[in-house]
């Protein structure tokens, strides 16, 4: 009886738990240094795939629980105001699925570096520059935060300017403004989240996002329905409920991670340019896809009846967005695969992962739209009580599933993009699919053919089923030999030999 896929790494850098797992016969064997031998037969697919499959959701359940509760927190405060009234829904829809969303976009695409870094280099087994990559990470978001703020202080002109309802843009700069201080709450958070991810010490991730929401539905139940304070409830709720992350975030780290937390250090400030362009790079692929989806609410403001177009679009945002946040989840945990396997040189490995990973979310992307259209006459009941707004929400359930399918796979493969450093080459392909053709094209559809909202929304599902189709084919020639090699030299220029000596100069605070 052979011994199961086990990935044998020194370095540390995949989950120990198939250990644990009973010796299953199999011919898929791993090399001396870890990594699988070939398939070659069916049997050996139906192993490797199980083996790979217990890999990738032990670290990617905890991932998209705590994905999901942070999104609960979006969700639930839009349901909480969708009841107050349609121009509220519409105003706070528009805050958080425009204003906050740029800037979680563009947050979250800086500090998605980390996956880079962090999972590679655990996967080489340099734990202690961990560290010193979330605290350069912690100096470049913070910044960015402060770069944003114009975004939220004259969010009103903004969205006038793209042609939104001026009741709608007023309300909805008001809530952005209130909202800051869970900008600077993000900066903070993102990097712990990588740098704990990139260990898979994510149950603890799962459990504080778990325990937050729950607060949240709490803070707005108290200040929105107790003390009557109506949409500024929301925003404290918000801002309160989005500092509670990062806090207790930091004290498991500093308590509990002692291997890749060594305290501050200048070392932070080392090579600080080159972070700064790896992170603008992961920025601009992540932002370019986050904000494309942004642009499908936006563009709806300059429709006739703008209130119901942009309302009924934000209901099913909101729900795509909950399936989003589950292929975030699987992003992140595919990502932590990959660059932790890469890290390890283990090329066949990486390249399995991959595989088993797409496979199993087209399946979960048809089931949810399946779902979608069997429930497409009641599911905007849990937002809205108006009649009008939830027959406009039925007309866009076919879209909505079809967005649901495309969307299982392409952020699984922005997640391979990051475990392998590709971010430079994805946001090119981004930019030509979305920007170039989708969004020209659902701006065709939904205007000069007068096809209204479906037509936007068309179009810009052609623009993601092109970029999926050019992803995916890339992923099929990939030469993941070469691209192991590649993370190996990543790992020594960014913490290998070059900051062997200047290890034991970090300060322990």
């Known amino acids: 009886m052979e011994e199961p896929l086990i990935n044998g790494s020194s370095g540390g850098g995949s989950i120990e738990t198939c250990e644990l797992l009973h010796p299953a016969p199999s011919t898929v064997v791993e090399l001396g240094n870890g990594d699988y031998l070939p398939v070659k037969s069916f049997g050996d697919v139906k192993s490797m795939f199980w083996k790979e499959t217990v890999k990738l959701w032990v670290i990617a359940g905890p991932i998209i629980f ?270 932590v695969r990959v660059s932790n396997e890469l890290g390890s040189g283990h090329p066949r490995a990486a390249k399995y992962c991959v595989f088993v990973v797409v496979a199993q979310s087209l399946l979960i992307g048809l089931f949810f739209m399946v779902l979608i259209l069997v429930t497409k006459d009641y599911f905007a009941i849990i937002f809205t009580s108006s009649k009008e707004l939830q027959q406009a929400v039925a007309r866009l359930a076919f879209l909505l599933g079809v967005t649901m399918v495309l969307n299982s796979i392409q952020p699984v493969i922005s997640g391979v993009a990051i475990g392998g450093g590709w971010q430079a080459l994805v946001a090119y392909i981004n930019l030509g699919c979305y920007y170039i053709f989708g969004l020209p094209l659902g701006f065709l559809m939904g205007y000069k053919l007068n096809m209204g909202v479906e037509g936007i929304w068309s179009g810009m599902l052609c623009g993601t089923a092109l970029q999926t189709l050019i992803l995916l084919f890339i992923v099929w020639k990939t030469n993941w030999k070469h691209e192991a090699d590649q993370a190996l030299e990543r790992v020594q220029k960014w913490g290998g030999k070059d900051n062997e000596d200047e290890k034991v100069v970090v300060d322990s605070c």
Not at 185 to 194: C, D, H, R, V, Y
Request: aromatic share 14%.
């Open 66 to 335: 705590n994905t999901l509760c942070l999104y609960g927190l979006n969700s639930s405060t839009q349901i909480f105001v969708g009841h107050l009234g349609n121009i509220e829904l519409s105003a706070v829809a528009i805050a958080l699925s425009v204003i906050s969303v740029f800037s979680f976009g563009f947050l979250l695409g800086m500090a998605s570096a980390l996956e880079t870094l962090c999972g590679q280099a655990f996967g080489a087994g340099q734990m202690y520059m961990l560290g010193i990559y979330m605290q350069r990470s912690w100096i470049i978001l913070t910044v960015s935060c402060v770069l944003l703020l114009p975004v939220y202080i004259f969010a009103t002109p903004i969205l006038e300017l793209l042609g939104q309802d001026h009741d709608i843009a007023v309300l909805a700069s008001k809530f952005a403004i209130q909202i800051i201080p869970q900008l600077f709450a993000l900066a903070i958070n993102f990097p712990i989240q990588k740098f704990l991810q990139a260990q898979s010490k994510v149950g603890v991730i799962a459990w504080i996002g778990f325990v937050t929401l729950l607060l949240h539905v709490f803070f707005l139940w108290l200040f929105i329905y107790v003390l009557g304070l109506s949409t500024f409830g929301a925003a404290l709720a918000y801002d309160i409920s989005g500092w509670v992350i990062p806090i207790a975030q930091l004290v498991y780290v500093v308590g509990w991670c002692k291997d890749g937390w060594k305290g501050l250090s200048w070392l932070a400030f080392h090579e600080i340019w080159a972070f700064v362009r790896l992170s603008v790079a992961s920025a601009v692929m992540l932002c370019l896809e986050v904000w494309y989806m942004m642009t499908l609410i936006v563009l709806t403001g300059h429709l006739a009846d703008a209130v119901i177009a942009v309302a009924s679009i934000s209901v099913c945002m909101n729900l795509n967005g909950w399936e989003a946040m589950l292929f975030i989840g699987i992003n992140a945990a595919i990502s």
